[in-house]
């Protein structure tokens, strides 16, 4: 199965190709440029250089929260839109299971963590069966990263640009508890965002792409000053 899949839920933007177990195309890039002008750009510039048309995909994939208000806005609109045109698979996957993804076969807890502005992170932990299959301790919240010790029992796996932000904080609280993940895992890989939705995909999971909504996990600044609005997904 082709699938398409997009990261946009934080100011490093991914864009990926899968092909049944195969990466085929990956792209990665922090910049200050909005996604609303890179993400198509870059969806075609990998398309090109595979040889794929939009046609010739089966299945779209994106990152769905919580993140940056703005960049799950656009990453969905786009690959919803997209799927819902092509009448193919769509799959949203919440961000912070994309980042911890890469260490599913750890026996250790993993805490991905993903800078919230206002001096607040996003995160979740998770507890790897060291079989491939992670499962989620603690569904996705917000809160100070002086906060974070207080779930953490024992040594974890901390990755996400969070972890870069309050890295010094976190050591200092955590000690030896606190293990840091490679480089390369700071960031989110559309390429783990599309191994997810194909297990969906084949799990008969696929979603209704209108229905797919952001998980932004605290409100708005919009809704901070309106708490009349109720178009917040929780």
């Given at each position: ?45 990998v ?65 991905s ?11 979740a932990?998770?507890?790897?069966d ?5 499962l989620?301790?603690?569904?996705h ?19 996400g ?39 969906k ?34």
């Amino acid at each position: 199965m082709k699938i398409l899949a997009a990261d946009t839920s934080t100011a490093t933007g991914s864009v990926a190709l899968l092909e049944g177990r195969r990466v085929i195309a990956e792209w990665i890039l922090q910049s200050n440029i909005t996604h609303n002008r890179l993400l198509l750009k870059n969806i075609d510039f990998v398309l090109q250089k595979v040889g794929w048309t939009l046609d010739q995909v089966e299945g779209f994939a994106v990152t769905t929260g919580p993140g940056s208000f703005t960049g799950l806005r656009i990453g969905l609109t786009t690959l919803k839109t997209l799927a819902w045109t092509l009448q193919k698979p769509y799959a949203g996957i919440p961000s912070l299971d994309a980042l911890a993804a890469p260490f599913r076969f750890s026996r250790l807890p993993v805490c991905s963590i993903i800078d919230a502005r206002k001096k607040e992170v996003y995160c979740a932990f998770y507890q790897p069966d060291g079989k491939g299959f992670p499962l989620l301790k603690e569904r996705h919240f917000v809160l100070s990263p002086e906060r974070v010790p207080d779930h953490v029992k024992g040594p974890t796996i901390f990755c996400g640009d969070g972890w870069l932000l309050y890295r010094d904080i976190l050591i200092d609280l955590l000690g030896d508890f606190a293990l840091e993940a490679p480089a390369p895992f700071h960031v989110i890989r559309a390429s783990f965002v599309a191994e997810l939705a194909h297990a969906k995909f084949q799990a008969g999971e696929a979603e209704n792409p209108m229905a797919s909504v952001p998980l932004y996990v605290r409100p708005s600044e919009a809704e901070i000053q309106n708490p009349h609005l109720t178009t917040r997904s929780s």
